[in-house]
């Protein structure tokens, strides 16, 4: 009994104590490193407005990136659902080709596939890199989301399909009144933890010359040219992606608990 209970408890561990742990060495490594009134400590605030300013820029990528993913990836979703063969398969090629692809080569491709600028008559109209970056990363998240939109559907029993029918309603009926309001809290928790992944995927876009955070960092780390610095540059990064994901990450949790027999 009392080996099945341990046995019970020890994977549980990391779930429950997995953020304090690393909240605890994060501050362990910062305390070792960061000493009032050092020059580490005078560099790392001198530099903490740049730092904040391109964090700024990785979470309007990733918000942006979601947005056009959630859009696009619902519209495939739906043609996936089609009766027609042929509205299918263009979904399900978009689903699998955008799925397995490295989400830096899609970035690398928006990169350098997309002009510079559009020339509309007379008129050059800039087309930044951060755009381009926001594009690579909308393309797999559109995938994502078609691929969550398609599970969610499925999850409804057939039996309510059934049902819907017998009560003289039209398909489109059934799916706005019936299915969608429970797809949308299904689809919900996935959802949010693929943002939280967007997010972190923003970090790529420092490759392709993007003057996000981690540019900003590379930048403070050969600017001030310190070991203990860079150490604690990129600490604080960690601390920056962390405190803005783990939140989303609990919270996926706990809708996943509340929705799971809904």
Known sequence: MATDTLATAVPSW???HGGKLLIAIIALVWLAFV???SPVLRALVQWSPALATGFAQNI???????????LLGLLVGALGLSPLWLVRLPSRVWVQLFRNAPWLVLIYFTTYVFPFEIVIGHTYIPFPDWIKVTLGLALPASANVAEIFRGAIASIPSTQWEAARSLAFTRGQIFRSIILPQCL??????WMNLYAVVTM????ASLVGVHDVIDTAQIASNTVNQTGFTVIVYFSLLALFFAYCYPISRLTHYLERRYAFS
């Open 201 to 204: 995927g923003t970090a790529l």
């Open 60 to 70: 309007l990528i990733s918000l942006l990136a979601i947005t056009l993913g959630s």
């Open 14 to 16: 990391p779930r429950r």
């Open 185 to 190: 809290k299904r689809m919900l928790p996935p």
């Open 35 to 37: 000493a009032p009134g």
